[in-house]
């Protein structure tokens, strides 16, 4: 049945932790449900990958569904997931079911519903590689949609469902996992790994290295890479390895270089920089993080003067990766 909650707290429900509240909080417990819904809400999972910079003057629509659904054929495994479902816990699931595939994908925060909308990637590997179809509400033309894989328009960090942004409501996620399972190693950070690896010890490596690198949000909280990767053409690149011989970065298929966002912002000393209650993480420079209170003036004037000295110094433009909202919806940077 359809919760509704009013003037209900975002802190606990976006992992940057910032002290506002949205008018209206709605949950749904089955995807019929959409179809008696009107009106302008965001749709949130579990705000891994939202910060909400104020009070939040829409409603908030949450999914409850958390079914997991698996059928065989000879060749492959085939999974309905309901878009409330955790994803780690969704990876767990696949490895401990001797289902191989995702284990380069574990420990990323968040709800399987969210995935597809930015093509989580990790490691060598992104989720759209696996998607056979997405299954949403189109709010616009209040009708349901199936999306293949070709449909969704995944790219990095990217898919239709983000260049959508208050459209498709995403109520299912069907993956397929090929039998004939290939490891993933070729991420340098794995470059540890055997290459006689089992799922499950690949999946233990990736957890050691997440955990390693990137702040718990639990503990600080945050909403991992704020900025994308910038993707620069080849003269670009060749003029800014002149000056810095060792920039991070590797090649695209397109013949364009993308360079690494955090890499970027290191060589500018910004790690632990400070605006209000709102830092640079002291490790992981492509993290911000809420160490003391912020609120979004704090995230918002930070995120800015990080963009303005890789501005100055590279001449790259950093687009946000995470989506900071406003009383209304998204606020470009
Ligand atoms: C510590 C940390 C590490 C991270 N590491 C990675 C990483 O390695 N790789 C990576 O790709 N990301 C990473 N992220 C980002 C985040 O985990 C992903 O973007 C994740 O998919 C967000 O899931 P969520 O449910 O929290 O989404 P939310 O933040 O709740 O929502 C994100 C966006 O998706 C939309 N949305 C959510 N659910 C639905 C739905 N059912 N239908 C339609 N739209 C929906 C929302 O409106 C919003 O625009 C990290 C985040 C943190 C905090």
Same mark, same amino acid.
């Given at each position: 049945m359809t919760m509704h909650q009013n003037s209900i707290s975002l802190k606990s429900l976006h992992t940057f932790q910032l002290p506002y509240s949205a008018s209206e909080v709605i949950t749904i417990q089955k995807a019929e449900e959409l179809e008696e819904i009107e009106g302008n809400y965001l749709v949130l999972g579990e705000g891994s990958n939202t910060i909400f910079t104020c009070d939040f003057a829409r409603p908030v629509l949450r999914i409850a569904l958390q079914h997991i659904n698996v059928t065989e054929t000879d060749d492959s495994f085939r999974l309905r997931i309901g878009a409330g479902v955790n994803w780690h816990q969704l990876v767990i699931y696949t490895l401990k079911h001797n289902m191989p595939g995702l284990e380069n994908l574990a420990l990323i925060p968040g709800s399987v519903g969210a995935a597809p909308v930015q093509n989580i990637g990790a490691y060598g590997v992104e989720v759209g590689e696996f998607i056979e179809n997405v299954t949403a509400w189109d709010r616009i033309k209040r009708t349901w949609r199936v999306f293949d894989r070709d449909a969704c328009a995944f790219a990095y960090r990217d898919s239709i469902f983000k260049r959508k942004p208050d459209q498709f409501v995403?109520?299912?996620?069907?993956?397929?996992?090929?039998?004939?399972?290939?490891?993933? %190693?070729?991420? /340098? #950070? !794995?470059?540890?790994?055997?290459?006689?690896?089992?799922? @499950?010890?690949?999946?233990?490596?990736?957890?050691?290295?997440?955990?390693?690198?990137?702040?718990?949000?639990?503990? *600080?909280?945050?909403?991992?890479?704020?900025?994308? @990767?910038?993707?620069?053409?080849? &003269?670009?690149?060749?003029? *800014?390895?002149?000056?810095?011989?060792?920039?991070?970065?590797?090649? !695209?298929?397109?013949? @364009? *270089?993308?360079?690494? #966002?955090?890499? !970027? =912002?290191?060589? %500018?000393?910004?790690?632990?920089?400070? $605006?209000? /209650?709102?830092?640079?993480?002291?490790?992981?420079? !492509?993290? %911000? =993080? @809420? $160490?003391?209170?912020?609120?979004?003036?704090?995230?918002?004037?930070?995120?800015?003067?990080?963009?303005? &000295?890789?501005?100055?110094?590279?001449?790259?433009?950093?687009?946000?990766?995470?989506? %900071?909202?406003?009383e209304q919806g998204l606020i470009e940077l």
């Open positions: 995403i109520t299912e996620v069907s993956l397929t996992l090929p039998k004939e399972w290939q490891p993933q %190693l070729s991420y /340098g #950070a !794995l470059a540890h790994v055997g290459k006689d690896a089992s799922a @499950n010890e690949i999946m233990a490596a990736v957890i050691a290295v997440r955990n390693s690198k990137l702040p718990n949000p639990h503990e *600080i909280p945050n909403a991992g890479s704020f900025f994308k @990767n910038p993707e620069v053409t080849l &003269k670009k690149f060749k003029s *800014i390895q002149q000056r810095h011989p060792d920039v991070a970065h590797y090649q !695209l298929a397109n013949g @364009n *270089i993308k360079l690494a #966002a955090g890499w !970027l =912002i290191d060589q %500018l000393g910004l790690k632990g920089f400070q $605006c209000g /209650g709102a830092a640079v993480h002291r490790q992981q420079a !492509l993290v %911000l =993080i @809420n $160490c003391e209170d912020a609120d979004g003036d704090d995230v918002l004037t930070l995120a800015r003067h990080v963009q303005q &000295k890789v501005a100055a110094e590279f001449q790259v433009s950093l687009e946000p990766e995470v989506r %900071l909202m406003n």
